[in-house]
């Protein structure tokens, strides 16, 4: 996964660059930099969606062992910038942002059962989002071919997602750790058995709570349609305003293709080209579509760059503390020896 994640950023850095060429680096360059110092509120518009985003995940853990708010942001946003910034498949992410709430008390168990749910209603929710944008294009009788092909892909994704929920519900932990017990006789992966084995029961659990997973799904589809707002300001900044609807399709279909192609890291290429295609279908001239993708790319220098440095932070505090307890441990065993 991580060479193909590797050869994906090739790729779409490859796209990208060839799409900027295309278009001329200066042409776009000059609808950027015409807009100024205005376009910092595009990633403005954007952040109250960590926020929602946060608390959907929030919600996916069971009462007693459901971390703070506070919390539950900052290792959320620690894990989409790795997610962002890095070539980790869109999973690395996620595992990041379990790790930090156990660095921070959180019952590993729990962190690592919530993870895996927030994960599959990100992807339910990603569904929705793209009928959504299906039905716009629909709509507005923009294109027959490329809701044919959207409705197709959406299908496919939706049988994905219950073969997820099927694993899941067999015990995704427990079959992993024991296939890859019975494959490399390894005795660490023999005690694991059990650990894993709860993290399913945990996860189950979870799914019970009906009330609470419609609640945190809500905050999650809310999330994404905030996000709208971003396309519909970029445009507008850049001197072709359009309207809400059409910026809720181009940002559904964008969003949806980007996810969609998780191999190619942040979407590089991938993003730009969707702006390319679905912004003709508004009126929208490549160049500008470009610039509308750059524009919103900013949020990822002034918000997921910040949340890269915060875990590194984390990270490092937790080293010193480990490495701190060991050498005060050695310490006493050394003054018990002397005794």
């Known amino acids: 996964m991580k060479i193909a994640s590797y050869i994906g950023l090739v790729i779409g850095l490859v796209i990208l660059t060839g799409l900027i060429a295309w278009q001329g680096l200066g042409d776009i360059w000059g609808l950027l930099a015409a807009s100024g110092w205005a376009l910092l509120l ?150 694991l058995i059990d650990t894993a084995d709860q993290i399913d029961d945990i996860v189950l659990q979870v799914y019970r709570e009906r009330r609470t997973l419609i609640a945190a799904t809500a905050w999650r589809f809310g999330a994404l349609i905030l996000q709208t707002g971003e396309v519909w300001l970029a445009a507008w900044l850049l001197g072709f305003p359009i309207g809400v609807l059409e910026a809720l399709m181009l940002k559904s279909l964008s969003s949806t293709l980007s996810d969609a192609a998780f191999i190619v890291p942040n979407s590089y290429g991938v993003q730009e080209g969707a702006f390319v295609v679905l912004g003709a279908l508004v009126g929208m001239t490549p160049d500008v579509a470009i610039a509308v993708s750059l524009a919103i790319r900013i949020r990822e220098f002034l918000i997921d760059v910040p949340g890269l440095v915060f875990w590194q932070h984390a990270e490092g505090k937790a080293l010193l503390r480990k490495r701190h307890s060991a050498e005060s441990q050695n310490m006493q065993t050394g003054s018990n020896d002397k005794n």
């Open 42 to 191: 595009v990633p403005a518009i954007w952040f109250p969606t960590v926020l929602m985003n946060a608390r959907c995940w929030q919600l996916l853990f069971l009462m007693e062992h459901r971390p703070s708010f506070g919390k539950a942001f900052y290792a959320q946003w620690m894990g989409r910038a790795v997610n962002t910034l890095l070539p980790v498949a869109s999973i690395g992410g996620e595992v990041v942002k379990a790790r930090v709430l156990t660095l921070w008390g959180t019952d590993a168990r729990h962190a690592s059962a919530s993870t895996i749910v927030d994960k599959t209603v990100q992807v339910i929710t990603l569904i929705f989002w793209g009928v959504l944008g299906v039905i716009l294009l629909s709509m507005m009788a923009l294109d027959n071919e490329l809701v044919a092909a959207g409705a197709v892909g959406l299908a496919l994704l939706g049988a994905g997602v219950a073969g997820f929920l099927v694993v899941q519900k067999a015990g995704i932990f427990g079959i992993a750790v024991k296939s890859a017990h019975k494959v490399t006789k390894a005795e660490f992966l023999n005690d």
